[in-house]
C-alpha cells in the first residue's frame, strides 16, 4: 500500500490522480486540498475517506466541516493546512498538482519531512529551482515528474549513462492557433484559446498551451529536473502529439516516449515508479495515424516562448516575474479585461522593469511576485 496526498485535488490532474487512485487498490489517500470547490471536495472526502482535507479559504473550510460533520476527517485551510499535509506522517508521495507559487512552501516542507514528490506544479521549479533541487538531493527525497513531457524525458533518459545527454528535445503541439499571424491573433476571444486540439486541461494551462507560454514554463522547469544547460533544450512542435518528448545522446541516438495524449499515464508512472502497472485507454496506432511530422516553433508570433528563454538566461529572480506576470495576463484575459497578445506585452514590461535578486530566498520570491502583480493591476486599472 502506498499513501498520497493530493494538492489540487478538485483540478484537472488532480480528479485524473483520483481516476488513477480508483483503478489501483494499491494506492490510499490520506489527505486532499482544494481551492474552494466544497462540493467537489465533498464528494472526494466521501469517497476516498481522507484523514486531512483542505480548503483554501476558511469560509469553505466551515463550510466543508459541516457537510463531512459525520465523517471522521480533520478539516484544515489556508496555507497552514497546505503545510500540515505536506508534513503529515502517513503520507509518502505528495502529488503537487496546485496551480501557482502558491505551492513552493508546500513542496519545501514535503521535502524535509523526506516526501518523495509527484510534480505537477511546474512554478515551483521555474521559481524556486535552485532551492528545491538541492534541497531533494540532499534529503534523498525523488522528484518524479507528472507533466507529460518531463515524464517522456524521466522516462527516456531511465537505464542511461549519467553525463551523456547532448539534447533534449521538447515537444509541443503547437496548441490551437499554430501557423497563425501576430494579425491574426489580435481579436482572439476566450472561446477560442480554450479549444486545445489534443488535450483536456484546466483553463489557465490550456491559454498558456496557446500562447506557448506552458513550453517556456517546461523549458525551465526541465533545466531543473534534469540538470542540463538551456541551450541543450530544443523545443520542437509536434502537432499529434504521439511523441511526449525525447533525448538525444551524445552517440546520435534518439531514445523517446510515445503514447496518446492522456495525463493518467504519466501520473501512473509517477506514483508507482519505477513498475509500470497496466492502464486502461487508446494505444497509438501507427496504420491509422500515419505520419509525424515536425516544425520549428514561432517565436516572433508567440513571445512568450522567448521571453521565457529570456528570463531563463537572466535567472536569479526573473522567472518568478515572468511566471507571475503571466498568471495575472491570463486570469486579467479569462476574465475579458485585456487583449490576448497583452498577455506576452504585459509579461514583457514586467520583466523589463524589474531589478534582478540574484539568488532569492523563498520570502523573496513570494515578494516579487506580489510587486509583479500589484504593478499589473495598477497599469490595468490606470487605463
Same mark, same amino acid.
Given at each position: +500500500?502506498? $499513501?498520497?496526498?493530493?494538492?489540487?485535488?478538485?483540478?484537472?490532474?488532480?480528479?485524473?490522480?483520483?481516476?488513477?487512485?480508483? /483503478?489501483?487498490?494499491?494506492?490510499?489517500?490520506?489527505?486532499? =486540498?482544494a481551492g474552494n470547490s466544497v462540493e467537489k471536495m465533498e464528494e472526494q472526502i466521501r469517497e476516498f475517506? @481522507?484523514?486531512? /482535507?483542505?480548503?483554501?479559504?476558511?469560509?469553505? /473550510? &466551515? *463550510?466543508?466541516?459541516?457537510?463531512?460533520?459525520?465523517? @471522521?476527517?480533520?478539516?484544515?485551510?489556508? +496555507?497552514?493546512?497546505?503545510?500540515?499535509?505536506?508534513? %503529515?506522517?502517513?503520507?509518502?508521495?505528495?502529488?503537487?498538482?496546485?496551480?501557482?507559487?502558491?505551492?513552493?512552501?508546500?513542496?519545501?516542507?514535503?521535502?524535509?519531512?523526506?516526501? *518523495?514528490?509527484?510534480?505537477? $506544479?511546474?512554478?515551483? %521549479?521555474?521559481?524556486?529551482?535552485?532551492?528545491i533541487m538541492p534541497l531533494a538531493k540532499k534529503r534523498g527525497v525523488a522528484i518524479l515528474p507528472v507533466d507529460s513531457e518531463h515524464s517522456a524525458i524521466f522516462q527516456s533518459l531511465n537505464g542511461e549513462p549519467k553525463g551523456r545527454v547532448e539534447k533534449i528535445l521538447l515537444t509541443a503541439s503547437g496548441g490551437p492557433f499554430r501557423g497563425r499571424s501576430r494579425e491574426e491573433l489580435a481579436n482572439i476571444q476566450v472561446e477560442d484559446a480554450l479549444k486545445h486540439p489534443n488535450w483536456a486541461m484546466g483553463?489557465?494551462?490550456?491559454?498558456? &498551451?496557446?500562447?506557448?507560454?506552458n513550453k517556456g514554463l517546461e523549458v525551465m522547469e526541465a533545466k531543473w529536473l534534469f540538470d542540463v544547460e538551456l541551450n541543450q533544450i530544443q523545443v520542437v512542435v509536434h502537432p499529434q502529439s504521439i511523441i511526449h518528448s525525447a533525448v538525444e545522446y551524445v552517440d546520435g541516438a534518439i531514445i523517446a516516449q510515445l503514447g496518446t495524449p492522456d495525463m493518467k499515464l504519466p501520473i501512473q508512472y509517477?506514483?508507482?515508479?519505477?513498475?509500470?502497472? @497496466?492502464?486502461?485507454?487508446?494505444?497509438? *496506432?501507427?496504420?491509422?495515424?500515419?505520419?509525424?511530422?515536425?516544425?520549428? @516553433?514561432?517565436?516572433?508570433?508567440?513571445?512568450? %516562448?522567448?521571453?521565457?528563454?529570456? =528570463?531563463?538566461?537572466?535567472?536569479?529572480? +526573473?522567472?518568478?516575474?515572468? $511566471?507571475? =506576470? $503571466?498568471?495575472? =495576463?491570463?486570469? %486579467?484575459?479569462?476574465?475579458?479585461?485585456?487583449?490576448?497578445?497583452?498577455? /506576452?506585452?504585459?509579461?514583457?514590461?514586467?520583466?523589463?522593469?524589474h531589478k534582478v535578486i540574484e539568488n532569492p530566498s523563498v520570502d523573496q520570491i513570494l515578494e516579487t511576485e506580489s510587486g509583479v502583480y500589484e504593478w499589473i493591476l495598477k497599469k490595468i486599472s490606470e487605463r
Open positions: +500500500m502506498k $499513501n498520497i496526498a493530493i494538492l489540487g485535488s478538485t483540478g484537472s490532474i488532480g480528479t485524473q490522480t483520483l481516476q488513477v487512485v480508483r /483503478a489501483n487498490p494499491e494506492l490510499k489517500v490520506v489527505a486532499l =486540498a475517506r @481522507p484523514l486531512v /482535507a483542505g480548503m483554501w479559504s476558511e469560509e469553505a /473550510a &466551515s *463550510d466543508l466541516k459541516i457537510r463531512v460533520k459525520d465523517l @471522521p476527517v480533520k478539516i484544515v485551510s489556508g +496555507m497552514e493546512g497546505l503545510l500540515e499535509i505536506a508534513v %503529515l506522517q502517513e503520507v509518502q508521495v505528495l502529488v503537487t498538482a496546485i496551480v501557482g507559487m502558491i505551492g513552493i512552501r508546500p513542496t519545501i516542507a514535503a521535502i524535509e519531512a523526506g516526501k *518523495d514528490i509527484a510534480l505537477a $506544479n511546474k512554478e515551483t %521549479l521555474v521559481t524556486a529551482g535552485h532551492i483553463h489557465k494551462i490550456t491559454i498558456d &498551451s496557446s500562447t506557448l507560454v509517477a506514483l508507482f515508479y519505477p513498475d509500470r502497472k @497496466p492502464l486502461d485507454g487508446r494505444r497509438v *496506432d501507427f496504420f491509422a495515424l500515419g505520419q509525424l511530422t515536425f516544425e520549428k @516553433p514561432d517565436m516572433e508570433t508567440f513571445a512568450g %516562448l522567448r521571453l521565457a528563454y529570456q =528570463a531563463a538566461t537572466t535567472g536569479g529572480s +526573473m522567472p518568478t516575474v515572468f $511566471n507571475a =506576470a $503571466n498568471e495575472k =495576463a491570463v486570469g %486579467l484575459f479569462l476574465n475579458r479585461k485585456i487583449k490576448y497578445l497583452e498577455i /506576452a506585452e504585459l509579461i514583457e514590461e514586467s520583466m523589463e522593469r
